[in-house]
């Protein structure tokens, strides 16, 4: 293993526990699956929490499935953690580059590209130990969203919209959360999953204008660019959509008026991400991004207080 430890990277909490608690050999890896930063796998982790809740309401016998919400919390810490590790892989020369990512593991010399990719192995062999744990629909779903999370790092560079391949591979849990109890699909899922995606899109979109001065200089492609000055519309738009989505998944699976009444919550989250957002302020952006697991709390709660009911 290489003996140079890699600095807190610029978007990590200040004083997180990876910096306060971890041991010098294993911050680089810890820092390679952003366990400093735990905000990404709350993100793939809460549509899984509304596939399951979704069920829930669909076919409310079963009940929620609170020992799925472990595993998929487990699987969502360590496949997040592989997807970055394979992303910083692909990406090692282009993080060399923008300020914001050069003090990553793999570009500041703390782990040799050899050593992430063992890492990536071990991470993503947990994860198939978890995903076997679930019905044979939903192992093969989850095969499945492996091809997505292989071609995500590419998009950057062939697209201007990788952030819809983000939605993607990020809103799977949807689809997992759903088959898992039920063995299969269903329009409410379809429709959550589709919700999802824009959702992602928005989000991402927010987060990708820290970046978006070197991501020019470099030629990273990004929706954040595309949308320019028309930024804050376009996520009005996608956000628009996302909640016109997840509502018409709730009724789908039965819902009644208390989901759709709560619903008002995450959708009001969203609007002030979008009304307060300003790329010029330093930490704006960022601090809207991460406003999303409340969102993702808030759905939750929403679909949960109506199986309740």
Same mark, same amino acid.
């Given at each position: 293993?290489?003996?140079?430890?890699?600095?807190?990277?610029?978007?990590?909490?200040?004083?997180? $526990?990876?910096?306060?608690?971890?041991?010098?050999?294993?911050?680089?890896?810890?820092?390679?699956?952003?366990?400093?930063?735990?905000? !990404?796998?709350?993100?793939?982790? $809460?549509?899984?929490?509304?596939?399951?809740?979704?069920?829930?309401?669909?076919?409310?016998?079963?009940?929620?499935?609170?020992?799925?919400?472990?595993?998929?919390?487990?699987?969502?810490?360590?496949?997040? !953690?592989?997807?970055? *590790?394979?992303?910083?892989?692909?990406?090692?020369?282009?993080?060399?580059?923008?300020?914001?990512?050069?003090?990553?593991?793999?570009?500041?010399?703390?782990? *040799?590209?050899?050593?992430?990719?063992?890492?990536?192995?071990?991470?993503?062999?947990?994860?198939?130990?978890?995903?076997?744990?679930?019905?044979?629909?939903?192992?093969?779903?989850?095969?499945?969203?492996?091809?997505?999370?292989?071609? #995500?790092?590419?998009?950057?560079?062939? *697209? $201007?919209?990788?952030?819809?391949?983000?939605?993607?591979?990020?809103?799977?849990?949807?689809?997992?959360?759903?088959?898992?109890?039920?063995?299969?699909?269903?329009?409410?899922?379809?429709?959550? #999953?589709?919700? *999802?995606?824009?959702?992602?899109?928005?989000?991402?979109?927010?987060?990708?204008?820290?970046?978006?001065?070197?991501?020019?200089?470099?030629?990273?492609?990004?929706?954040?660019?595309?949308?320019?000055? =028309?930024?804050?519309?376009?996520?009005?738009?996608?956000?628009?959509?996302?909640?016109?989505?997840?509502?018409?998944?709730?009724?789908?699976?039965?819902?009644?008026?208390?989901?759709?009444?709560?619903?008002?919550?995450?959708? !009001?989250?969203?609007? $002030?991400?979008?009304?307060?957002?300003?790329?010029?302020?330093?930490?704006?952006?960022?601090?809207?991004?991460?406003?999303? =697991? #409340?969102?993702?709390?808030?759905?939750?709660?929403?679909?949960?207080?109506?199986?309740?009911?």
């Amino acid at each position: 293993m290489s003996q140079i430890h890699s600095a807190p990277v610029a978007d990590a909490p200040k004083d997180n $526990w990876v910096d306060r608690h971890a041991p010098d050999w294993l911050k680089p890896y810890a820092r390679l699956a952003r366990w400093d930063r735990p905000i !990404g796998f709350w993100l793939l982790f $809460w549509p899984c929490v509304w596939g399951l809740a979704l069920a829930a309401i669909e076919v409310p016998e079963r009940g929620f499935g609170w020992v799925s919400v472990i595993l998929m919390f487990v699987g969502a810490v360590l496949m997040r !953690g592989a997807g970055c *590790t394979f992303n910083d892989i692909v990406d090692r020369d282009i993080d060399m580059k923008v300020a914001r990512t050069r003090l990553r593991p793999i570009p500041s010399g703390a782990v *040799t590209a050899k050593e992430a990719l063992i890492f990536l192995v071990g991470q993503a062999l947990l994860g198939a130990l978890i995903l076997f744990q679930f019905n044979r629909f939903t192992v093969w779903a989850g095969v499945a969203s492996l091809v997505l999370v292989a071609i #995500y790092p590419f998009m950057k560079r062939i *697209t $201007w919209w990788p952030q819809l391949f983000l939605g993607l591979a990020f809103s799977y849990g949807a689809l997992v959360g759903w088959s898992s109890e039920t063995g299969g699909l269903s329009w409410a899922p379809i429709l959550l #999953y589709a919700g *999802t995606i824009l959702w992602v899109i928005g989000y991402d979109t927010i987060y990708a204008l820290q970046d978006v001065e070197d991501d020019a200089l470099v030629g990273v492609k990004s929706t954040a660019r595309l949308f320019g000055e =028309h930024v804050k519309p376009a996520v009005s738009a996608v956000y628009v959509g996302a909640v016109v989505l997840w509502s018409m998944s709730a009724l789908s699976a039965g819902a009644g008026w208390i989901s759709l009444v709560l619903m008002l919550v995450p959708a !009001g989250l969203l609007a $002030w991400q979008v009304f307060t957002l300003d790329a010029d302020e330093p930490e704006n952006p960022l601090l809207r991004f991460k406003s999303n =697991h #409340y969102v993702g709390v808030a759905l939750a709660l929403a679909l949960l207080a109506d199986w309740v009911w």
